[in-house]
């Protein structure tokens, strides 16, 4: 069960997010679409509390992920960023190898193990479909790696924890078309076992990957619907002009 | 003459004072080493950096100076090193923005300016007479270790605030706390920067005379210290030493040229292995 209620996000004065209410599906892929500063991506980071890092955050309302709201006292916020993955715009893998950023989460978190390391760190790789790229240079460092790769490697790492969600932040924006192929083809294989919400400024990836969309305007919630009809047949005009590409 | 005659001229103009400029920088570089191991290099000998000065300071050699800037580069290091480094993670990392951080910043820039001998009067009262070390190597190196520690650490800050925040970030969104994206993700991936800080304060700390003047550095001293509490004889004031109050200047003036080859020789190659350590961990975080 994942929610947002009456959602105010304020950037010291700034008023970023106004009343938000949405109820996410799970197992299944949320985008967060609308023109640049409209509040997608800060909406994004709040279900993994990533808005904290930044100084002069306000934050009003609830947002209910696994059945508590994470924002009441008493959440450990290191626990409830193991059960919300995050994938960032760029790709970003760390200065080890190939192995180490995979296994890197697992390792904060006290896993020792290194056989139960070394088994999910496969099954990361797998379940991001880089096992067999990469399978036999696993100690390489992750730079060796093309940016669509990298970007790969950014997923099965967020995987490797274990999460339960994942959030996507333009995963694709700065890859090519075909890096960002695979990418969609990834989501839709990773949405049988993760609810997935995704931010992006593309409209076709919205309309080929996403069952729900939820378009922002300003930082309000204009719409939120089932992807087709957000689509085809939406009930705000606003909507319409921004999906079909009357301005944004 | 039209507008794009112009444009090239200016360019060509431009281009060739920033030339002339550089190789004028380098000429003078290039003359002062040459004219050092021109008067210096007849003296250097394996005796010569491996014996005692003998006949006061005149023949022999300057092994203990040698011993005395290497544990003095050593000992200071030791110390500034990991302050430095420790500040700059607290000042990047860890300290909120406010009025007190702003200070502290001011505070390491002013430092950094501090001419090195009021370092020299700094160390002697405060760790050779209050805390009684006396003239010992680990006074010099403590004062040689204040005299570097706000290079380290704007370093250090600068190394650090070059690391994007997305990095932070993934590690954040993994469930690793701030010490933990600190030491395994943004210092692993600062370290080379930090490294030419280590490097720029080696140099600057090996020939440095006056801070050393009044905390450690002896005289004359011809055998070879056996704690930290001992003074030594060091490169920099040996030769300020032979060219200013020595026994007989005329007759050590060779070996004062002598001594200023090995000093830069010695700042030489801690460059290079600083330097090679550097270019470890780069190709560290880069390829394998």
């Known amino acids: ?248 | 003459m039209n507008h794009s005659t112009v444009k090239k001229i200016t360019q060509g103009i431009a281009f060739n004072v920033f030339r002339t400029l550089s190789i004028i920088l380098v000429a003078i570089l290039f003359s002062i080493l040459a004219f050092i191991v021109f008067r210096g290099a007849h003296t250097i000998s394996w005796d010569f950096i491996t014996q005692m000065p003998e006949e006061g300071m005149t023949k022999g050699g300057i092994f203990p100076a040698i011993v005395g800037t290497l544990s003095l580069v050593a000992g200071s290091m030791l110390i500034a090193f990991p302050l430095g480094v420790c500040s700059g993670i607290y000042i990047n990392e860890y300290a909120p923005e406010n009025a007190f951080k702003r200070f502290v910043k001011l505070m390491t820039n002013n430092l950094a300016g501090v001419p090195s001998i009021v370092f020299g009067l700094f160390g002697m009262s405060l760790f050779v007479n209050t805390l009684k070390f006396g003239d010992s190597i680990i006074a010099g190196s403590l004062t040689l270790g204040l005299l570097a520690l706000p290079v380290i650490i704007r370093v250090t800050e600068e190394a650090l605030k070059s690391i994007d925040k997305t990095y932070r970030e993934a590690s954040y969104a993994l469930g690793a706390t701030k010490l933990q994206t600190v030491r395994k993700v943004v210092l692993p991936m600062a370290m080379p920067n930090i490294i030419t800080g280590l490097i720029l304060s080696i140099g600057r700390v090996s020939g440095e005379t006056a801070p050393i003047l009044f905390t450690v550095a002896a005289y004359f001293l011809p055998k070879l210290p056996s704690s930290m509490f001992d003074q030594v004889m060091a490169l920099p004031y040996h030769l300020y030493v032979l060219s200013t109050s020595g026994t007989n200047m005329e007759e050590s003036r060779g070996m004062a040229y002598g001594t200023a080859l090995v000093l830069i020789i010695i700042v030489l190659i801690l460059n290079l292995t600083a330097n090679l350590i550097r270019h470890f961990l780069m190709k560290k975080i880069k390829q394998k």
Not at chain 1, 100 to 114: C, L, Q
Not at chain 1, 187 to 212: G, P
Request: with cysteine.
């Open chain 1, 1 to 248: 069960m994942i929610e947002a209620k009456n959602l105010n996000l304020f950037y010291s004065d700034f008023h970023a997010l106004k009343d938000v209410n949405l109820n996410v599906a799970e197992k299944s892929v949320t985008a967060l679409i609308g023109p640049s500063g409209c509040g997608k991506s800060t909406f994004l980071r709040t279900f993994n509390r990533m808005n904290d890092l930044i100084t002069g955050v306000r934050i009003e309302g609830e947002v209910i992920v696994n059945d508590q709201n994470i924002y009441q006292k008493g959440i450990d916020v290191d626990q409830l960023r193991k059960s919300v993955g995050m994938v960032f715009q760029k790709p970003n893998p760390f200065a080890k190898s190939i192995f180490e950023n995979v296994a890197y989460g697992m390792r904060v978190n006290g896993i020792s193990n290194e056989k139960i390391i070394k088994e999910t760190v496969e099954q990361s790789l797998i379940q991001s479909a880089l096992w067999d790229e990469v399978k036999d240079s696993l100690k390489k460092s992750a730079y060796a790696l093309s940016g669509g790769q990298q970007q790969r490697l950014c997923i099965a790492r967020a995987l490797a924890v274990q999460p339960s969600i994942l959030l996507m932040d333009e995963p694709a924006s700065a890859l090519d078309p075909i890096s960002t192929a695979k990418i969609e083809e990834l989501i839709h294989e990773l949405k049988k076992n993760y609810t997935i919400m995704i931010v992006t400024h593309n409209m076709q990836q919205a309309a080929r990957v996403s069952d729900f969309t939820a378009f922002f305007y300003m930082g309000t919630l204009v719409e939120f619907n089932e992807t087709k009809i957000i689509f085809t047949n939406p009930t705000k005009q606003q909507t319409q002009n921004y999906v079909t590409g009357r301005f944004g």
